[in-house]
């Protein structure tokens, strides 16, 4: 079983729209939890840290539930610069940290 | 934004050179983290440094090598590169300071072994 797994989509949507996507990870005692976007050959970047309490940016929304372990990723309004891959990524025990497959958004005009 | 540069950008070359891909960040981060990346794929460890004269090797098998001798550079060398080396290398850098940091990324480098 993956350390992270993620539903690659492709996600279509229009502008406008709301999105989420969901990610799970296998070890219970993972610490901390991010989500990347990247964009088509460049390099991760660091979109949000997640919060235990859930935490927003913008038109951003993560949220964290240890209980089941996954964490969210809610865009609302979505923009067409908001077009990428957005990559769940787990720091595991050990200071291991595991990425996701991504997921594959296209916001469309 | 950090930084975190990489060097070179892209690099064409045929097989059996020596390469050094070179990896420098200037935040005084003490782990620094190299991960290969195919294209549409996810990115695998294949080397990591918790500090000076610190190496260990990732979960991706890799004919690469990597030395940490000043906090600021992480170099990674393929002593005889293939076309299997062909990837996408990107490096990383973070703090360990109060709570848990996330990794910053360089750019990039695009290896495409002939």
């Known amino acids: 079983r993956k350390e992270v797994e993620q539903d690659p989509g492709p996600f279509n949507v229009p502008e406008g729209a709301t999105v989420a996507f969901n990610c799970t990870y296998s070890n219970s005692a993972s610490q901390s939890f991010f989500w990347y976007r990247q964009d088509c050959r460049k390099e991760p970047k660091l979109l949000m840290s997640v919060y235990s309490s859930g935490n927003e940016d913008g038109r951003f929304t993560a949220q964290l539930n240890r209980a089941s372990q996954y964490i969210s990723l809610l865009i609302r309004d979505s923009k067409l610069s908001d077009s990428a891959t957005y990559l769940c990524v787990v720091l595991a025990p050990g200071n291991q940290f595991y990425f996701g497959t991504g997921t594959s958004l296209t916001v469309i005009p | 934004e950090a930084d975190i540069y990489q060097t070179p950008r892209y690099l064409v070359i045929g097989t059996g050179k020596k390469i050094t891909l070179e990896c420098s960040q200037t935040m005084g981060h003490d782990k620094m983290y190299w991960y290969q990346q195919d294209p549409g794929m996810e990115l695998h460890l294949i080397h990591y440094?918790?500090?000076?004269?610190?190496?260990e090797k990732g979960d991706l098998s890799s004919e690469s090598t990597v030395s940490r001798i000043r906090t600021e550079h992480f170099p990674l060398t393929l002593e005889s590169a293939r076309p299997s080396h062909t990837s996408q290398y990107l490096c990383?850098?973070?703090?360990?300071?109060?709570?848990?940091?996330?990794?910053?990324f360089g750019d990039g480098t695009r290896l495409s072994i002939l």
């Open positions: 440094s918790y500090g000076v004269n610190s190496t």
């Open positions: 990383a850098s973070r703090s360990t300071g109060t709570g848990y940091q996330p990794q910053h």
